[in-house]
T-cell receptor, first 111, second 116 residues
Framework: QKEVEQDPGPLSVPEGAIVSLNCTYS??????FMWYRQYSRKGPELLMY????GNKEDGRFTAQVDKSSKYISLFIRDSQPSDSATYLC???????????FGKGTRLSVIA | GAVVSQHPSRVICKSGTSVKIECRSL??????MFWYRQFPKQSLMLMAT?????????EQGVEKDKFLINHASLTLSTLTVTSAHPEDSSFYIC????????????FGQGTRLTVV
């Protein structure tokens, strides 16, 4: 079993839809959870960062972490064509340890 | 957010030559930088962890003599691909964390290396 599992998609939704992206993980030592957005041939861009369990909201984006279930989610409200990208979940055990990434989910928002 | 600059963004080199990629943290100091490799439609694969003033830690299967990493200052790490082969063609990305705290990792723009 991989440390971090993420459905690669592709996921296609109409503009304005609510998008739900998810990752599961197996290592209970993970404490820091992040979501990145990556456009083609670009470096990942940090979208959301959460420590331990809980929710965090930033504009149209909401990140949720459920450590008891080892499950994290990213919700995108009122999705836009510009949200079309690959979304990567990532997590780490401590502040200076490497991130472990999911495979990424390719999202297409259709106008 | 913090800015990490990676240069060059694209490079084409001949087989057998060496290529250097730079990763700079522009507005923060980074004791630790990470180097990743990414194949098309794949996730990021950690190659090595670069620590300022000490030797890099390489992941299993990554040749340290082929991928030379130098982290000479708190704002600069370099990756040199030596004796490049066509199979080294890939997308290389660096990331850095702020020494002053926080665990968010910020990424450079990536370097697309093509070895011909």
């Amino acid at each position: 079993q991989k440390e971090v599992e993420q459905d690669p998609g592709p996921l296609s939704v109409p503009e304005g839809a609510i998008v739900s992206l998810n990752c599961t993980y197996s290592n209970s030592a993970f404490q820091y959870f992040m979501w990145y957005r990556q456009y083609s041939r670009k470096g990942p861009e940090l979208l959301m960062y959460t420590y331990s369990s809980g929710n965090k909201e930033d504009g149209r984006f909401t990140a949720q972490v459920d450590k008891s279930s080892k499950y994290i989610s990213l919700f995108i409200r009122d999705s836009q064509p510009s949200d079309s990208a690959t979304y990567l979940c990532a997590m780490s055990k401590a502040g200076n340890t490497p991130l472990v990434f999911g495979k990424g989910t390719r999202l297409s928002v259709i106008a | 957010g913090a800015v990490v600059s990676q240069h060059p963004s694209r490079v084409i080199c001949k087989s057998g030559t060496s290529v250097k990629i730079e990763c700079r943290s522009l507005d923060f100091q980074a004791t630790t930088m990470f180097w990743y490799r990414q194949f098309p439609k794949q996730s990021l694969m950690l190659m090595a962890t670069s620590n300022e003033g000490s030797k890099a830690t390489y992941e299993q299967g990554v040749e340290k003599d082929k991928f030379l990493i130098n982290h000479a200052s708190l704002t600069l790490s370099t990756l040199t691909v030596t004796s490049a082969h066509p199979e080294d063609s890939s997308f290389y990305i660096c990331s850095a964390r702020d020494k002053g705290g926080g665990t968010e990792a910020f990424f450079g723009q990536g370097t697309r290396l093509t070895v011909v």
